[in-house]
């Protein structure tokens, strides 16, 4: 380590009035000595290259910071808080390829990063050759288009249950992130079943024509069981007129409206719970009508999460929708998601959903919920 010992006194000699151009050779020449023996180094003489190299990078052109990342990203031992302040840099021609490839990062770090950087900087994190369910988890939180369908093509992604259900949820209307999530191997069957029941027929052509022989069977089967479905009976819109006339009387008062979407929803009254859902959370009536007739709970208990209902109010509303049977061998993990859900995770992805629903699905005129408008 002589020669080291050498350089580093030479750099810290460097350091003190130093011309940027002279920092960046002394950045490439200290680069160079970690890089070729990067795996003969201690851990403490791994922190010293980082020490040293964090001083250099202080006030020195991103074009060779950049350079440094991405000579850093693919070493196993790099040192820790350079590749962390590398990862966190607003840049992402520096960030990227930390973010992209380093084992360096911690499930900690990755989370931190995902919860308050840029959607440059998810993505980066979402092609990563793997990541662990909750680091998906808030990928599928705070993530636009582009990453989630960078999430749906990663097969060294995992995800949780929840993570799986919102992100089927956000693909309805997106025709893109359907047919990725359709090609995965491992989104369970009561999700696939949900993304197929929602994909449009040239989706599920498409799926058909060039998924494999024993995926074909498989996607075949479950639009059967779609198919076999009843359809749930259409609220007339003298109904909803009435349910709006009765449930505006109680519109001033949230505690006494959230308590009456409980009584509604215990009653079987949909009409009444949603439009006492949509005054709370103000998405339109229409929006939770499509909820309430789809094979999955998530979109209801986002809708009710994000007005801060309980889990049992939370339950009724979910029995009272068209798929309450469906539900009723699920109260457990729905119960479990729920609490695991917060309400800024809930109106995130109602938003999303909502924005899907607006570019690639509008609703149709002439509905019973527009037509008691």
Known sequence: MSHVASIFGEVESALHGASDAKRVEMLRRVTDLFVVQSDQYSDQQTDLFGGVLNELIKNIEDRAIAELSARMAP??????????????????????PIL??????????????????????LARIAGRS???????????????SDVAHTLALNSGARFSDIGMAKLVMRSDGDDRLTESLACRADVPPHHFQNLLAQATDAVRQKLMQFAPPERRQAIGTVLANISAQIAPRPVSAA????AQR???????????????VFEFAVKKRPAEVIVGLSILSAVPPEDIDRLFSVSSAIGLMAICRSVLLDWQSAWA?????????????????LQEQYETLSPQSAQRLLRFWQTRQKVAKPAAAGTPLQAAQ
């Open 317 to 333: 509303v979910i029995m009272a929708s068209a798929a309450a049977a469906t539900f009723q061998a699920e109260l457990d993990s």
């Open 130 to 144: 793997s990541l662990t369910m909750k680091v998906t988890d808030v990928l599928v939180d705070h993530g636009n």
């Open 75 to 96: 070493i196993p031992n790099a040192p820790c808080e350079t590749v962390r302040a590398l990862a966190r840099h607003d840049n992402i021609e520096i960030s990227g």
């Open 246 to 260: 009765l449930v505006k009387n109680f519109s001033q008062d949230t505690e006494l409206l959230r308590a009456k």
């Open 100 to 121: 992209t490839q380093s084992s360096r990062l911690s499930e900690g770090d990755l989370i931190e990063i995902a919860s308050t950087k840029s959607q440059a900087h």
């Open 239 to 242: 109904r909803y007129i009435e």
